[in-house]
């Protein structure tokens, strides 16, 4: 049985940071494409990060360009999103995403599989 498991979210105010670890049993995320996603209140889920399966090509939202950092570590079959200078419309429910078809970084929600079942990130001013 495929499980990811996110961890680290919280509570924090404007312009402080968090790390987000999404770790994976049952499934190496190895040669896979690994996406970060996140569902606001009332809002759809929207893409955030994504990173191949080399770790060498990273994509990001325009909303958060600049400020979050996707990383891997295929060893401890772990992948990282890295927030800084948060603002509170980041507050969300955030989820990591495993691909089984593609080795890129794709955008697009459908093309992952398997998800985890996210970790909630509040921002206050």
């Known amino acids: 049985q495929v499980q990811l498991v996110e961890s680290g979210g919280g509570s924090v105010q404007a312009g402080d940071s968090l790390r987000l670890s999404c770790t994976a049993s049952g499934r190496t995320l190895r040669k896979y494409g690994l996406g970060w996603f996140r569902q606001g209140p009332g809002k759809e889920r929207e893409f955030v990060a994504s990173?191949?399966?080399?770790?060498?090509?990273?994509t990001y939202a325009d909303s958060v360009k600049g400020r979050f950092t996707v990383s891997r570590d295929d060893p401890k079959n772990t992948g990282y999103l890295q927030m800084d200078s948060l603002k509170p419309e980041d507050t969300a429910v955030y989820y990591c995403a495993s691909s089984t078809a593609y080795t890129s970084a794709p955008k697009n929600k459908h093309a992952y599989t398997y998800w985890g079942q996210g970790t909630q990130v509040t921002v206050t001013s």
């Open positions: 990173i191949n399966w080399t770790g060498d090509k990273t």
